[in-house]
């Protein structure tokens, strides 16, 4: 669980860090492979500093290409982060 931690750092330090998956979702999403997890975040900046939401973590194993990341499921997950 560390290494995730430590990698949230990273991305967070480095915005940009990652791809977009057109074949996924149209929103602005970027993917970053570690292992066998999947990062899925949205990176956030504002005029003082840049910041890491995360939108979900999957295993590899777990992630199949036609599993499409829906409206519904962005706006559940922006709810439950408040």
Known sequence: ???L???FEVLAERPGM???RR???NFPLLFFSEG???VIYRNQT?????WLLPM???TSHSAHP???ITEQQNIDQDQSVR
Do not use: P, Q, R, W
């Not at 504002?46 to 840049?50: D, F, R």
């Open 1 to 3: 669980m560390d290494k």
């Open 5 to 7: 931690f430590c990698l």
């Open 18 to 20: 990652g791809h977009k």
């Open 23 to 25: 074949d996924l979702t």
């Open 36 to 38: 066998a997890y999947v």
């Open 46 to 50: 504002t005029h003082i500093e840049s």
């Open 56 to 58: 979900a973590l999957v």
């Open 66 to 68: 036609s599993t499409h």
